[in-house]
């Protein structure tokens, strides 16, 4: 069974940068496309990054020109590198393999995700 294990969240102050990684088990990681969501306390869970099995990327707006999504086919590892942070982004984040770009139904449950705090 595929799992999902995401890393790298912390207490970081208003316009600083943080990496996230989420490690995918399993052996299918490269035919699949990945997304980086947001869910910020007391709201659902949003879209900020995905990335498709070819590389191309697509951002909301809110990560458009601060956030970065990458992978490693050979770690099985979704990368998100967060720049220019504010107390917007703070939440928990995780990832996952969506249908489409813009389904909610994903292939793999969900893992424990990383917490994001920012500190104004």
């Known amino acids: 069974q595929v799992q999902l294990v995401e890393s790298g969240g912390d207490l970081v102050q208003a316009g600083g940068s943080l990496r996230l990684s989420c490690e995918v088990s399993g052996n299918v990681f490269s035919e699949y496309d990945f997304g980086w969501y947001h869910q910020a306390p007391g709201k659902s869970r949003e879209l900020v990054a995905h990335?498709?099995?070819?590389?191309?990327?697509t951002y909301a707006n809110s990560a458009k020109g601060r956030f970065t999504i990458a992978r490693d086919n050979a770690k099985s590892t979704v990368l998100l590198q967060m720049n220019s942070l504010n107390t917007d982004d703070t939440g928990v984040y995780f990832c996952n393999a969506p249908w489409t770009l813009s389904s909610t139904t994903m292939l793999y449950d969900w893992g424990p995700g990383t917490q994001v705090t920012v500190s104004s």
């Open positions: 990335i498709t099995r070819t590389g191309r990327t």
